[in-house]
């Protein structure tokens, strides 16, 4: 059909035969491929092999597919976001600033820097290596700032009692005040842990020097020189104690042996004024009418809680498996602290109501 409608065409243009028979015979060739090439739904230049090798996708299974890859890629988002938070809570902040590492022993458990102090105190609230060593002296200083309001208030209290007593809850209630604002703050900065660190350190001479004032107040009763004397060496021995705390290599985790004998020195200081006292008197009577049997375990108390937070123990025979969120050296030095402080005054008081009491009196030939 197509060859006689080509004849056609050409006898009607008046074209040369020999012309026309040579056009009939090539539109004779392409006739095939023109209706190949109307047909709808063909490719116009991929052939038959090239669509087999491309495997194209049908349009509903593409559909689909792209449907099916956006749950599947969230999946794998959340996936991959769970084991970064794995990752980094098994990494434990190992990798910290220097002032942030109370003990080389305490491998994990640490706060990263928080430069506000917002953070610093939502923290108190949170399980790391701080969370023991604030909430003990935190629940110790309110226990003992109400005991102290309890033990002023009475109006039949000598003036001068208020001033001995005082002086012991004053630095009681200081020392444990600015040692758990010091756990809180010190990961706020490195110069906030420094600021925080010397406050921290005065609290433990404050509270030797307020320990004493009461205890030879008392034991001295009927002697007021010795009472003065003894009182001034400590003094000076804790102003001394308090200006060497101020300096910034004293805050090192690696001088922590000469942190601990500084303030272990201050409070052997009493050696003396206890071998005054024993020699003076009677030893039985010391340690009944005298209480010294609650000051030497006041100061046992001390040393050794001083002792295993120089020796780093019991973290030091485990280092990163035991003590580094419990039970650590500096949380048992601080639960001693307290307990100490307690057993002080109940020792103190027992003194205070002997000389209360018909055999208070005092004679020339003792201090008692």
């Not at 080509?6 to 006739?31: C, F, H, I, V």
């Not at 996936?79 to 980094?88: D, G, P, S, T």
């Not at 002086?167 to 005040?177: D, E, H, I, P």
Request: a negative charge.
């Amino acid at each position: 059909m197509s060859s006689h409608k080509a004849s056609a065409m050409a006898q009607g243009s008046g074209t040369p035969a020999s012309n026309r028979e040579t056009d009939t015979l090539k539109l004779a060739e392409l006739g095939p491929l023109l209706e190949e090439k109307g047909k709808p739904g063909t490719a116009n230049t991929t052939t038959k092999a090239e669509e087999e090798q491309t495997c194209p996708v049908p349009q509903e299974e593409e559909e689909e597919v792209h449907i099916l890859t956006l749950p599947l890629q969230a999946h794998h988002d959340v996936e991959r976001m769970e084991e970064f938070v794995y990752k980094v809570w098994e990494g434990r902040w190992r990798v910290i600033p220097y002032y942030l590492k109370d003990k080389d022993y305490l491998l994990h458990g640490h706060r990263p820097p928080r430069p506000s102090f917002r953070p610093c105190f939502k923290s108190i609230f949170c399980i790391y290596t701080e969370t023991g060593n604030i909430w003990t002296h935190l629940l110790g200083f309110v226990l003992l700032l109400c005991l102290g309001i309890l033990t002023m208030l009475p109006p039949n209290m000598y003036f001068m009692e208020k001033v001995v007593f005082g002086m012991f809850f004053l630095g009681a209630v200081l020392c444990l005040s600015f040692s758990w604002l010091f756990h809180t703050v010190y990961c706020h900065s490195e110069k906030v842990s420094r600021t925080f660190s010397k406050l921290d350190y005065s609290g433990i001479a404050l509270l030797i020097m307020g320990s004493f004032v009461p205890w030879l107040y008392y034991s001295f009763y009927c002697s007021p020189q010795p009472w003065l004397i003894y009182l001034t060496i400590v003094c000076v021995l804790g102003i001394s104690a308090i200006i060497v705390a101020q300096w910034d290599w004293f805050a090192t985790p690696k001088h922590g042996q000469t942190r601990a004998g500084v303030f272990l020195g201050l409070g052997l200081s009493g050696v003396v004024p206890t071998m005054h006292f024993t020699i003076a008197e009677d030893f039985v009577k010391v340690t009944t009418m005298g209480q010294m049997g609650w000051f030497f375990l006041m100061a046992e108390m001390y040393i050794i809680g001083a002792g295993l937070y120089a020796a780093c123990i019991p973290e030091r025979f485990f280092p990163g498996k035991f003590g580094s969120i419990w039970f650590q050296s500096h949380q048992i030095f601080h639960v001693l602290v307290v307990a100490a402080a307690f057993i002080h005054f109940y020792g103190v008081s027992n003194l205070q109501e002997f000389r209360y009491g018909l055999e208070g009196g005092c004679t020339d030939d003792s201090l008692l």
